[in-house]
């Protein structure tokens, strides 16, 4: 029986994103390729929305016609896959990085919540299963490295993997329908419900209420005055700090042992947030990425080739031990 395997076979915008692609006939256009479309795609869906992209709104912008798209990229599903893969591109920091993993987790998290807050879409692309392009794998492989020392089995890693991105998704997409509904709004007041407090305070009784009435009363159910909708930071520090307190009371369970937490609130959260929307800033951040990636690489080649020259001399001294032996 024969040992060779069959070419695995990968969707066409998985194996797009892979570059493994095999190119359809190329148009007479050549300038045209993959990157501007993607790109140009991401600036629709950052300016209006994902539902505003299309094949023929991208080939407008790009002054081509449709059918050249699709030279390219053969479908609206696989455009909106690389444009995902491009925007969830992770900052993965260097190996060299020490830290506990409450404080490492808490910056995997950040990460992902600076993504969805830098391209709001984000969260409007339904999940469709596991992740299997390169950029999401990235994701995955950096939360697994800041979980490592935990004595956790692969299945409970995965499952608390799930949990902060479904968490940090889930509020990515609060912030944003409030910000937006602010927008909308008359008054901002209004969807604070400061604008409402008043009238609530008289019809939220003690009798039909009787646990929210002492709340509201205090004050302590709408926003405070002057909080901009969608300004949700503590509430995101707290919930977040809770879920590392309980990942850390399960370890304690199993016998192994944690970092202490992190410090309340999380004071770097608001910096990493603070995306201007400006094209010159995305590029500005585009080309930071690159010039990080371009040194996380230049670090690798120069561990491995450190790594070669130890077991060059290794070698060399194991070749001289033998024949001193000889």
């Known amino acids: 029986m024969s040992d060779e395997r069959a070419d695995p076979e990968l969707p066409r915008g998985v194996a797009l994103a892979w570059g493994v692609a095999a190119h359809p006939q190329r148009g007479p256009k050549r300038e045209l390729s993959i990157e501007r479309i993607v790109d140009a795609a991401m600036e629709i869906a950052d ?8 094949m023929s709104r991208v080939a407008a912008s790009l002054g081509f016609t ?49 993504a969805y807050h830098e391209h709001p879409w984000l969260v409007d692309i339904p999940i469709s299963g596991a992740p299997i392009t390169p ?11 800041e979980v490592r ?44 419900g400061e604008s409402a407090f008043v009238a609530l305070t008289e019809l939220v009784t003690p009798e039909r209420f009787p646990y929210l009435s002492p709340l509201l009363a205090a004050g302590g159910y709408v926003a405070e005055p002057g909080t901009h909708p969608g300004d949700t930071d ?30 309340e609130p999380l004071a770097e959260l608001p910096a990493q947030l603070d995306l201007p929307r400006d094209p010159r800033v995305r590029e500005a951040a585009k080309a930071r990425r690159e010039a990080e990636k371009a040194v ?15 077991e060059s001399i290794k070698h060399a001294l194991e070749r001289e031990k033998h024949e001193k032996r000889k």
């Open 47 to 54: 300016a209006e929305g994902l539902g505003a992209v299309s």
């Open 66 to 114: 449709t059918m050249s798209l699709y030279r390219y990229v053969t479908s609206k599903d696989d455009l909106i896959l690389l444009m995902q893969e491009g925007a969830v591109e992770p900052p993965v920091p260097d190996e060299s990085v020490e830290r506990g993993w409450r404080e490492g987790v808490t910056a995997w998290v950040l990460a992902m919540r600076a």
């Open 135 to 145: 950029n999401s794998l990235l994701i995955v492989d950096w939360f697994l490295r």
């Open 149 to 192: 020392e935990l004595p956790l089995s692969d299945g409970e890693k995965m499952s608390a993997l799930l949990l902060l991105t479904s968490y940090a998704r889930a509020t990515s997409a609060q912030d944003r329908d409030l910000r937006a509904a602010a927008l909308a709004a008359d008054d901002p007041a209004d969807v604070t």
């Open 234 to 263: 503590d509430d995101f520090s707290f919930g977040l700090l809770r879920i590392l307190d309980g990942i850390e009371h399960h370890v304690d369970r199993l016998g192994g042992t944690s970092s202490p937490a992190a410090p």
């Open 296 to 310: 996380r690489e230049a670090q690798k080649a120069l561990r491995e080739a450190q790594k070669r020259e130890r």
